[in-house]
């Protein structure tokens, strides 16, 4: 079992930054994949963006050039820093690990066996 803390979230006018953190139990985080999405109200969970444990990174359309995706493995921590935010990026954003896929972790939900809570990020215009 691995739990994963996020923190980080919090309101913000556009055009701001954020940094979201997500810390996980494992002590083996080296060797798993870890992902971010987001779900806005109304809206399914949407892939944000992975990074596998070499430290190789995806991103989606939406956030590319905005978000960056970094890990310290040292930490077992992934953070997410957002620049640039727009109203469209209010969302709870949920950070997830998977141990079968650690080098290219994925983009759906089923890539994934561990989620944390969800933090949420509020962008006003």
């Known amino acids: 079992q691995v739990q994963l803390e996020e923190s980080g979230g919090g309101s913000v006018q556009a055009g701001g930054s954020l940094r979201l953190s997500c810390a996980a139990s494992?002590?083996?985080?080296?060797?798993?994949?870890m992902g971010w999405f987001r779900q806005a109200p109304g809206k399914e969970r949407e892939f944000v963006a992975h990074?596998?444990?070499?430290?190789?990174?995806n991103y989606a359309d939406s956030v590319k050039g905005r978000f960056t995706l970094s890990r310290d493995n040292a930490r077992n921590t992934v953070y997410l820093q957002m620049n640039s935010l727009k109203p469209a990026d209010t969302a709870v954003y949920y950070c997830?690990?998977?141990?079968?896929?650690?080098?290219?972790?994925?983009?759906?939900?089923?890539?994934?066996?561990?989620w944390g809570q969800g933090t949420q990020v509020t962008v006003s215009s």
């Open positions: 990074v596998g444990w070499s430290g190789l990174t």
């Open positions: 997830a690990i998977t141990p079968r896929r650690a080098e290219i972790p994925g983009t759906t939900d089923n890539d994934y066996d561990y």
């Open positions: 494992k002590r083996t985080f080296t060797s798993y994949g």
